[in-house]
């Protein structure tokens, strides 16, 4: 079982840093740049989508070769529903202020891309543990994102990290941050500041 869990392992770090959703794929970019705009918010938003990843991974694995290929898409949509559904209920039961900050973006997971590309292309064709790996990976690789861009523009916009003044009085945040233009700012060196770490590693090797 050695070899099993190397590639369980592998596919784990795959979706956390190699094809990181966000910084890499840019997959999301929707919820991204619009639920960004506090840590919590980002938080909430990125392990929701993890839940729904992990859980829509493994029973897509475990249905693949019975779900006709015709239908495969819209059984596929069916079941990440299903457990969307599931997440907003329970959300609006237990946290409710976080549901109604996130008001359409937590049910807008079904049309997600991220775990629509998930189920095409990875659980579809790969066992149950491998499949949980993937959607664990992923799942952390766009909460880590989220939760990187959010502090940045909480920061920077509002002058809090977790709701938390840090600025005090004298120093008036740049609001802009937290507005739809500063998202793209943010989104955008962040993606700059990685790909330019990434090509002198490659240069270095």
């Known amino acids: ?55 829509s991974n493994i029973l897509i694995s475990l249905l693949r070769k019975l779900i006709p290929d015709k239908v495969r898409i819209a059984a596929y949509i069916v079941i990440i529903a299903a457990f969307v559904t599931m997440i907003d209920m329970s959300l609006k039961a237990f946290l409710p202020d976080l549901a109604s900050s996130l008001g359409l973006f937590i049910p807008l997971i079904v049309v997600n891309c991220i775990i629509l590309a998930r189920a095409e292309a990875f659980a579809s064709k790969n066992s149950p543990v491998l499949s949980a790996a993937d959607g664990l990976g992923m799942g952390l690789g766009f909460t880590g994102a989220l939760c990187i861009i959010s502090a940045i523009r909480e ?29 793209f700012i943010v989104l955008g060196l962040l993606i700059g500041t990685i790909n330019f770490i990434a090509a002198k590693r490659k240069g270095d090797k």
């Open 1 to 55: 079982m050695p070899d099993e869990k190397k590639t369980v392992s592998s596919v784990f770090v795959n979706g956390l840093l190699k094809e990181n959703p966000t910084f890499v794929q840019l997959l999301g970019m929707c919820p991204t740049l619009a639920v960004t705009t506090s840590l919590k918010n980002g938080l909430g938003m990125g392990l929701s989508a993890t839940a729904v990843l992990i859980c």
């Open 155 to 183: 920061f920077l916009g509002a002058g809090t990290v977790w709701g938390i003044a840090l600025y005090g009085t004298h120093i008036a945040p740049a609001t802009i941050v937290i507005m739809a233009p500063g998202g």
